[in-house]
């Protein structure tokens, strides 16, 4: 039993980031609904292992793709949509997500 519980830690080990992340990217393609899904549910879970430098570098993109002229015609006519998929994951991840000026 022990050794199968350190056979298990070492295959744990090995997993990297990007074999977890590369395929959900792609699982992101296949439906909008499933893609706003994985952003609502993994983004807060993610927020909370990522350094400060990776938290800034998220916050620092955020604020660009917020910026958007696209973002902006939609607050004109639809703020709930922009506010339910844009800002719902960092506000469910209680993080201080501060987007810079």
Not at 5 to 12: A, C, G, R, T, V
Not at 14 to 30: D, H, K, M, N, Y
């Amino acid at each position: 039993m022990i050794v199968a519980h350190e056979e298990w830690l070492q295959d744990m080990r090995e997993i990297r980031t990007g074999s977890i992340l590369s395929p959900l990217r792609v699982l992101g393609f296949v439906s909008h609904e499933l893609a706003y899904n994985m952003w609502i549910g993994i983004f807060p879970l993610l927020w909370h292992v990522l350094e400060e430098k990776g938290r800034h570098s998220i916050a620092i993109t955020m604020q660009q793709l917020l910026a958007q002229d696209f973002h902006a015609d939609q607050v004109c006519t639809s703020l709930i949509c922009l506010t339910r998929t844009g800002l719902l994951p960092p506000a469910r991840a209680l993080a201080q997500l501060r987007l810079p000026a």
